[in-house]
């Protein structure tokens, strides 16, 4: 799962979504116990919902579909696609509009912005100001997200091709996220009462 889904899995809680927001950026048990409690339980959760989505069946045959050609990049590129189609069908999931979400969103991250690893605070506004999370929601806004991940891969990822994958499968990826993130929430859920 990418940037959206982690946030809006962590429910109403800001420090759990800024924990959840911030742990790819966060490395080992030093790094970790520099943020308040709450803030580590969402870098832990985003850890959980990690693990489990790169162990789960349905989100292997999506990666599948894609390790051809490539490799070991197809499992970050699903990752974009699954957030793809939580923003494409978000009137689902939330009351809230998209826009208003991610909006209230930005303006948290503003809020957290000292305690944000450097990673983060740097690409904070090319994210604002390209409105990724909004983008998410079409195909040509992904196209955009995928160049410029495959620009920082040195152009080795080739992954800005993958929209072409998008969207001869768009039905296939569909069917798979849906039942995919039905679990997710799920099991997401149960991990947030154990926290």
Do not use: C
């Not at 580590?40 to 985003?46: A, E, R, V």
């Not at 909006?103 to 948290?108: G, I, N, P, Q, V």
């Not at 039942?179 to 997401?188: I, V």
């Amino acid at each position: 799962m990418n940037f959206l889904a982690h946030i809006y899995l962590s429910g109403e809680d800001q420090e759990l979504k800024i924990g959840n927001f911030i742990a790819d950026s966060v490395k080992g048990k030093k790094q970790l116990l520099q943020y308040s409690n709450r803030i580590q339980q969402g870098i832990t959760l985003h850890r959980k919902i990690d693990s489990y989505t790169d162990t789960h069946a349905i989100v292997r045959k999506s990666v599948s579909r894609l390790f051809p050609k490539y490799r070991h990049y197809s499992t970050v590129i699903v990752d974009v696609l699954y957030d793809h189609f939580l923003a494409a069908n978000w009137k689902e999931y939330s009351d809230i509009p998209l826009e208003t979400y991610v909006a209230e969103f930005y303006d948290l991250l503003y809020e957290y912005h000292e305690v944000l690893p450097k990673q983060i605070q740097n690409f904070m506004p090319y994210m604002i100001k390209d409105n990724w999370l909004l983008n998410y929601s079409t195909i040509q806004g992904i196209g955009t997200i995928l160049y410029q991940m495959n620009q920082r891969t040195k152009n080795r990822s080739k992954m800005n091709f993958a929209v072409i994958e998008l969207e001869q499968y768009y039905t296939d990826f569909d069917k798979e996220f849906r039942s995919f993130f039905e679990e997710l929430e799920l099991y997401t859920k149960n991990e947030i009462r154990i926290l």
